[in-house]
Nanobody
């Protein structure tokens, strides 16, 4: 059973940085199944729809939403079996509940487009990030 648990959220001042973690159980990043999973970060801010933030495929190739490109970095640590989202130059508009998501996709790729939440069956419970001015 695949389970995702996010952590690392909290309050941060505008311009600051934060690193979110998503610890995964139920499959190993470095195992035979690891390369088959597409993993993503989504966020849901007040009054907004759930938005895809970043994705990383089985070959560790990342893609980003235009709103975070150059500021956010998605990565995986195989030893920790953990997905990260490193965020810098945070803005008030980045305030949201952040979720990690995973799905098995063909040949270790990701859905195209990758930012459709319905394409992911495995979700964490979310971690709140609040950016204050």
């Amino acid at each position: 059973q695949v389970q995702l648990v996010e952590s690392g959220g909290g309050s941060v001042q505008a311009g600051g940085s934060r690193r979110l973690s998503c610890t995964v159980s139920g499959y190993s990043f470095s195992g035979a199944d690891g390369s088959r999973y597409c993993m993503a970060w989504f966020r849901h801010g007040a009054g907004n729809e759930r938005e895809g933030v970043a994705v990383i495929n089985g070959a560790d190739r990342p893609s980003y939403a235009d709103s975070v490109k150059g500021r956010f970095t998605i990565s995986k640590d195989n030893a920790l079996n953990t997905l990260f989202l490193k965020m810098k130059s945070l803005q008030f508009e980045d305030s949201a509940m952040y979720y990690c998501a995973a799905e098995v996709w063909s040949s270790g790729s990701c859905p195209d487009p990758w930012n459709i939440s319905n394409d992911y069956n495995y979700w964490g419970q979310g971690t709140q990030v609040t950016v204050s001015s």
